[in-house]
């Protein structure tokens, strides 16, 4: 496998799942009933942003330790729209959607953060930071 060099956290992989995530989310909340506007389908898209936001605040911060803290926070974001995904599943009005698309790209998402933080070392992190 070759070693690609990560010029941009739009070159993360995890950066570009995400991404994917946001626009799936929106596809699916854009079929929740009205009333949720304000509810659930803000508070999914919301925490859908929040993941390569984070992700790339982190890898624009200062120093490795603030990349490590975005990382998380977008791995907490993660957590947070797969609660309000399961939650969704769950009511009448919503819970007969396809949800798949989302399920995989959520997934993805999480698990690959997980790895990242997990073996996250300061030493192989570039100096760039675009």
Same mark, same amino acid.
Request: proline share 2%.
């Given at each position: 496998?070759?070693?690609?060099?990560?010029? =941009?956290?739009?070159?993360?992989?995890?950066?570009?799942? %995400?991404? &994917?995530?946001?626009? /799936?989310?929106?596809?699916?909340?854009?079929?929740?009933?009205?009333?949720?506007?304000?509810?659930?389908? =803000?508070?999914?898209?919301? $925490? /859908?942003?929040?993941?390569? =936001?984070?992700? $790339?605040?982190?890898?624009?911060?200062?120093?490795?330790?603030?990349?490590?803290?975005?990382?998380?926070?977008?791995?907490? %974001?993660?957590? &947070?729209?797969?609660?309000?995904?399961?939650? /969704? @599943?769950?009511? %009448? @009005?919503?819970?007969?959607?396809?949800?798949?698309?989302?399920?995989?790209?959520?997934?993805?998402?999480?698990?690959?953060?997980?790895?990242?933080?997990?073996?996250?070392?300061?030493?192989?992190?570039? =100096?760039?930071?675009?």
């Amino acid at each position: 496998m070759t070693n690609k060099t990560i010029h =941009s956290y739009k070159d993360l992989i995890v950066w570009q799942r %995400s991404v &994917e995530l946001i626009v /799936a989310v929106y596809e699916l909340t854009e079929k929740f009933p009205r009333e949720e506007i304000y509810g659930l389908t =803000s508070q999914m898209r919301r $925490a /859908a942003i929040f993941i390569p =936001s984070n992700i $790339a605040e982190g890898r624009f911060r200062g120093t490795k330790n603030d990349y490590l803290h975005y990382l998380r926070v977008a791995y907490g %974001s993660g957590a &947070e729209l797969e609660t309000q995904v399961e939650t /969704a @599943k769950r009511l %009448s @009005k919503t819970k007969n959607l396809n949800y798949s698309k989302v399920d995989s790209l959520l997934g993805e998402t999480i698990k690959i953060l997980n790895v990242m933080i997990r073996n996250f070392n300061p030493k192989r992190l570039s =100096s760039q930071r675009s």
